[in-house]
């Protein structure tokens, strides 16, 4: 041995328990931050590629650029890329004859393709969704939507050619050019006439699928696409260009300064809307691709991009907090059990730095050992819950692939090397410090231990006698590594209490958006109603699960001011501006009914309250929905009540009929965040009544329901439900339906996706926290070997040993309960706040997770003592006082 530094190898080998737990230690906090890197990474790359797939692969869209501008903002400094879309045109595949307008008058006169020219760029940032074929090459190819195949006189198949008369549409009784929104797919009028200017034949080389977000207009202008490389720019036609920016920095700054060396005036603002989707312009309109722009931090809205950025730092500190604390605890029990040879050290000669260098070896050795065993463990536990995932093939994560991010590792690494050195230098430090004599003298102390000041306990001892007095004075009596072993506990919990939240909160502000049901058949015809007939054979069909007859009208309601959500009030002063007796009159609210199974079906999303349909019945009775999500024009989303009514409340509405009654009074008889057929919160500031058939038709003095929903059996062929379906407007025109039985299955699927991808992450958390624990608690039992073996030597039997060594781990568990309970539901708190500058929602406190947190604390504990009981009860007293450990 050249020098005293030449121990630590040896050391190492001598104490290989030891040494294996401290490494075991290091490749659990490595593991962990590969996981959580991994995780976050792969997420990230999945939220990526979904949002180009719904709005798109740019980062700002002008609308409604002349033709002369185009050059310019291709050819702008700051433009990466950009792809340019132009209308060629609308042709008309079917004409409502006078049997459909006669039964249904709300019909338009005609059923239109909107043709839509894009170039190469265009067609790889926005990537229409094919049912079939390819993208067209060529401005003799065409793709068609799917569901417009049945207007036409003879459907078109892939490969054929069909002809397209293209024109104009033009206001019937004025004979002017009709003003098209946008990209012209929605909005039709029924004083509007065609005018055909052209004929083209184009080929049909793919069908594209129907938009999830299509609206009441979508059943009569379907999109078309076909290709234009746009080598020739008319100057007097208006395009649509689809941006992508070489930096992501300062982008509104640089897209204003785009559009003022153009010279346009009049642009007006807005965040992208699903694909295909365009608000009302005047003149230009620039739209920020915001929800992918999000994702890189840099939306233009600032306070949404600092919350996020905050609230993920916070994560990822307390993450690096944990992680640091793991590792400093395995240390120090280390150097506390140890302070004995440490003085024998000191005793011959070494050095204070000498001692440190010991304990920052020990450190670089182990680092080099456990870190590479760490990020191959973690980057194995991601790949088999991935491997998991890709066989269950759900929904939203279906297609979600695992990152493996060089950087990730990299940094999960350096994160864990430097939590290592951070941890070894408070008990380097420590070890350096200690007295000779005073550390021979007393071992896993560097002071000598004052007995008479430790506490006695009557509650204690009359609760478990004097074997649990002996477990209460072992813990008080060396309180640091009493406080060591506690704090890898109360670290583990706060881990688990925080990501329980954030995964809550995560779920909460990701709601799966739009009615879930299989069809919906509506009827718009004269009557207004849909006959019993009908909603009977719908309802007896095998293939039909549950059918609910959908009544509803907008009535006025009086708000009293009290039960009016100050919050909500805040943001929508206009909305409650007309004073009615104690309260504001208000319009935009709906009576609502689903039928008496609807009710039924109703009774799982009640927050509060009770569904009894003969007590609503005499009590005028309804089930009110006040929940909404909104964003500010800030950018931040809210969840909020927009009133605060309870069971009980009467509420007085009326229909704008004013024929009918006057107001009438409804009693709350339950709470719903969501309706019976949504996943979502409402968006669209609506109060809801919901209530039995008969209530409603004593308040609208009406029983007319014109639209059914039906949920299809999974299980069975569906083909005698829409064969239905289809029949109905060949017989009257009043009638059409809506297919969302693939977007139903998808929903679902979302849903159990969700959360098999984050109860997983959950489980990594709890698998990591329990074996820290176990590690932790194990490790510092088995070094008290000899302390055991000394009360053995004096009386204790082993049966008192084992209930004081169970007794040591439940006064553990139960302080670190405590304690991490309170500072993970501070912490949790904390998060959430950091956090609502982006999404605001209501906090919930993690009762839940704070019971499975004590719990598994208490039970974690005892099984952490069970296996080093054993083994300690094994060990001959000779031979563990012989032992130094």
């Not at 055909?196 to 938009?211: D, H, I, L, N």
């Amino acid at each position: 041995m050249k020098s005293y530094t030449d121990l630590t190898g040896k050391y190492l080998k001598g104490q290989k328990k030891r040494s294996l737990l401290t490494i075991f230690g290091i490749i659990l906090s490595v593991t962990l931050l590969t996981s959580i890197g991994t995780i976050g990474m792969s997420y990230w790359d999945k939220s990526v590629r979904q949002t180009l797939r719904d709005f798109g692969d740019y980062h700002v869209s002008l609308n409604g650029i002349s033709g002369e501008a185009v050059p310019k903002v291709k050819n702008n400094a700051t433009v990466k890329s950009a792809g340019v879309i132009s209308r060629e045109g609308y042709a008309v595949i079917k004409e409502a004859n006078e049997k459909e307008k006669k039964e249904d008058p709300f019909a338009a006169p005609y059923r239109y393709l909107n043709v839509k020219e894009y170039d190469a760029s265009a067609m790889n940032m926005l990537h229409p969704q094919l049912d079939s074929g390819r993208y067209p090459e060529n401005p003799n190819e065409i793709i068609i939507l799917s569901s417009s195949l049945s207007y036409f006189s003879k459907q078109p198949k892939l490969g054929e050619t069909i002809t397209l008369n293209l024109g104009i549409r033009k206001v019937a009784s004025t004979g002017e050019d009709k003003k098209i929104n946008g990209l012209g797919d929605f909005g039709w009028d029924l004083d509007e006439t065609f005018q055909a200017q052209s004929q083209k034949e184009y080929t049909v080389v793919g069908f594209m699928k129907p938009s999830s977000t299509g609206s009441w207009s979508s059943r009569y202008i379907f999109p078309a696409i076909t290709f234009n490389d746009n080598k020739s720019i008319d100057n007097n036609k208006n395009y649509f260009i689809y941006v992508k920016m070489k930096s992501l920095n300062d982008i509104k700054k640089k897209t204003e300064d785009l559009m003022s060396s153009l010279q346009l005036s009049n642009v007006e603002q807005g965040s992208a809307m699903q694909l295909d989707r365009e608000s009302y312009i005047e003149n230009v309109r620039i739209e920020y691709n915001n929800e992918l722009l999000k994702l890189y931090g840099k939306s233009t809205y600032e306070g949404v991009n600092n919350s996020l950025t905050l609230a993920f730092t916070a994560v990822i500190t307390i993450i690096m907090i944990c992680t640091i604390a793991m590792i400093y605890n395995i240390f120090h029990i280390s150097v506390l059990e140890r302070i004995s040879q440490f003085g024998m050290l000191r005793c011959i000669g070494a050095t204070p730095a000498q001692i440190r260098k010991i304990v920052l070896q020990e450190a670089a050795l182990l680092s080099l050992i456990g870190i590479p065993i760490g990020i191959l463990t973690g980057t194995l536990f991601m790949k088999v819950l991935f491997y998991n995932i890709s066989l269950l093939t759900l929904g939203f994560l279906n297609d979600i692939r695992m990152v493996i991010s060089a950087p990730v590792l990299i940094t999960a690494g350096l994160l864990g090397l430097l939590s290592v050195f951070l941890s070894a230098i408070g008990p380097a430090k420590q070890a350096a410090r200690v007295s000779p004599l005073e550390a021979l003298k007393n071992v896993g102390s560097t002071k000598v231990e004052k007995i008479t000041k430790i506490k006695k306990s009557l509650l204690v001892k009359t609760l478990f006698g004097i074997v649990g007095q002996f477990a209460s004075r072992n813990l008080q009596r060396n309180k640091k590594r009493f406080r060591i072993t506690a704090f890898s506990m109360i670290i583990s919990i706060i881990l688990f209490i925080v990501f329980s939240g954030l995964v809550g909160f995560i779920q909460q502000t990701t709601q799966i958006s739009g009615m879930q049901y299989s069809y919906s058949l509506s009827y718009n015809g004269p009557s207004g109603r849909i006959d019993d007939t009908v909603y009977k054979h719908i309802a007896k069909l095998n293939a039909v699960e549950q059918a609910y007859k959908f009544y509803n009208n907008q009535v006025m309601a009086i708000i009293p001011k009290d039960k009016i959500n100050p919050k909500y009030y805040e943001f929508n002063k206009n909305r409650y501006v007309v004073s009615e007796g104690e309260g504001y009159r208000t319009d935009n609210n709906y009576l609502t009914s689903y039928g008496d199974n609807g009710l039924d079906a109703l009774k799982s999303k009640l927050i509060t309250g009770k569904i009894d349909k003969e007590k609503m019945n005499q009590e005028n009775g309804v089930i009110v929905q006040q929940k909404i999500t909104m964003t500010t024009e800030e950018g931040k989303q809210l969840i909020l009540d927009q009133t605060r009514f309870k069971v009980g409340d009467h509420i007085k509405i009326r229909t704008f009929d004013r024929g009918q009654k006057g107001y009438q009074t409804v009693t709350v008889v339950g709470i719903v965040d969501q309706d019976l057929l949504s996943k979502e919160y409402n968006s669209s500031h609506v109060v809801s009544f919901i209530t039995t058939p008969k209530v409603y038709s004593n308040i609208m003095g009406s029983d007319i329901y014109s639209r059914i929903f039906i949920l299809a059996k999974p299980e069975i062929s569906n083909h005698m439900i829409t064969d239905y379906l289809k029949s109905l407007p060949e017989k009257d025109a009043g009638f059409n339906y809506t297919d969302k039985v693939e977007e139903l299955a998808q929903a679902k699927n979302d849903a159990k996706t969700f959360s098999i991808f984050f109860y997983g992450f959950i489980g990594v958390i709890v698998l990591i926290a329990f074996l820290n624990i176990i590690n932790t608690v194990s490790t510092n039992l088995i070094l008290r070997t000899n302390e055991f073996a000394t009360l053995k030597a004096i009386g204790m039997t082993r049966k008192e040993v084992r209930k004081m060594i169970i007794l040591e781990g439940v006064f553990y568990g139960l302080f670190s309960a405590v304690i991490g309970i309170i500072l993970g539901t501070a912490l949790d708190y904390g998060i959430h706040l950091l956090f609502t500058g982006a999404l605001d929602a209501d906090w919930v406190f993690p009762w839940y997770s704070i019971g499975i947190a004590f719990a598994g604390s208490m039970i974690t504990t005892i099984l952490a003592t069970i296996g080093p009981m054993y083994r300690l009860n094994k060990v001959s007293i000779a031979d563990a006082l012989r032992s130094v450990n």
